[in-house]
C-alpha cells in the first residue's frame, strides 16, 4: 500500500508516533513544543483524517481514550515526499542535490555517505549487467 499524502501537521502528528509507539491524542498533542502546541480538538481532528487515510489506526481504548499506532511507516513517508519533491523537477535530482550543497544544509558527511550509497548502487548495477 503506498503512503497517503500527508500535510504538515499529519507528519507532525505521524512523527510523534513513530518517535514514541502508540499514543492517545493527549500525549500527541503534549509531543509538541509548548509554544506552538496545537489545540486538542485540532489533533483529535488530525488523528481522525489520519485514520481515514489509513496512515494510524486505533489499537486499543484506555477508559475514555482511543490509542493510536502508525500503520504507515516513516521510510513510506519520505519516499512519497522525496517522490512529490522530485515530480516538481521533472524527476532530475540535480537541481535538489545543488540547492542542498550551496545553501550549507549538506554536511561534507552526507556527501560522503551519498557517495557511499552511489558506489554500492553501481557495484550493485554492474553485478546485474555482468549476470546478463
Same mark, same amino acid.
Given at each position: /500500500?503506498?503512503?497517503?499524502?500527508? &500535510?504538515?501537521?499529519?507528519?507532525?502528528? /505521524? +512523527? #510523534?508516533?513513530?518517535?514514541?509507539?502508540?499514543?492517545?491524542?493527549? @500525549?500527541?498533542? +503534549?509531543?509538541?513544543?509548548? *509554544?506552538?502546541?496545537? !489545540?486538542? &480538538?485540532?489533533?483529535? #481532528?488530525?488523528?481522525?483524517?489520519?485514520?481515514?487515510? *489509513?496512515?494510524?489506526?486505533?489499537?486499543?481504548?484506555?477508559?475514555?481514550?482511543?490509542?493510536?499506532? !502508525?500503520?504507515?511507516?516513516?521510510?513510506? !513517508?519520505?519516499?512519497?515526499?522525496?517522490?512529490?519533491?522530485?515530480?516538481?523537477?521533472?524527476?532530475?535530482?540535480?537541481?535538489?542535490?545543488?540547492?542542498?550543497? $550551496?545553501?550549507?544544509?549538506? #554536511?561534507? +558527511?552526507?556527501?560522503?555517505?551519498?557517495? $557511499?550509497?552511489? !558506489?554500492?548502487?553501481?557495484?550493485? @548495477?554492474?553485478?546485474?549487467?555482468?549476470?546478463?
Amino acid at each position: /500500500m503506498a503512503a497517503p499524502k500527508l &500535510t504538515r501537521l499529519e507528519l507532525q502528528i /505521524m +512523527e #510523534t508516533l513513530w518517535a514514541q509507539g502508540d499514543c492517545s491524542i493527549r @500525549e500527541i498533542q +503534549e509531543g509538541f513544543p509548548e *509554544k506552538r502546541r496545537p !489545540a486538542y &480538538t485540532t489533533v483529535q #481532528t488530525t488523528v481522525y483524517r489520519l485514520e481515514a487515510k *489509513k496512515a494510524v489506526e486505533r489499537v486499543k481504548r484506555i477508559g475514555n481514550s482511543d490509542i493510536f499506532a !502508525a500503520t504507515v511507516s516513516r521510510s513510506a !513517508a519520505q519516499r512519497r515526499l522525496v517522490g512529490e519533491l522530485l515530480a516538481l523537477f521533472g524527476g532530475r535530482i540535480q537541481p535538489v542535490v545543488a540547492h542542498l550543497v $550551496h545553501s550549507a544544509k549538506c #554536511t561534507p +558527511e552526507d556527501l560522503r555517505e551519498a557517495q $557511499h550509497l552511489l !558506489a554500492r548502487h553501481a557495484a550493485k @548495477e554492474q553485478a546485474g549487467k555482468e549476470r546478463s
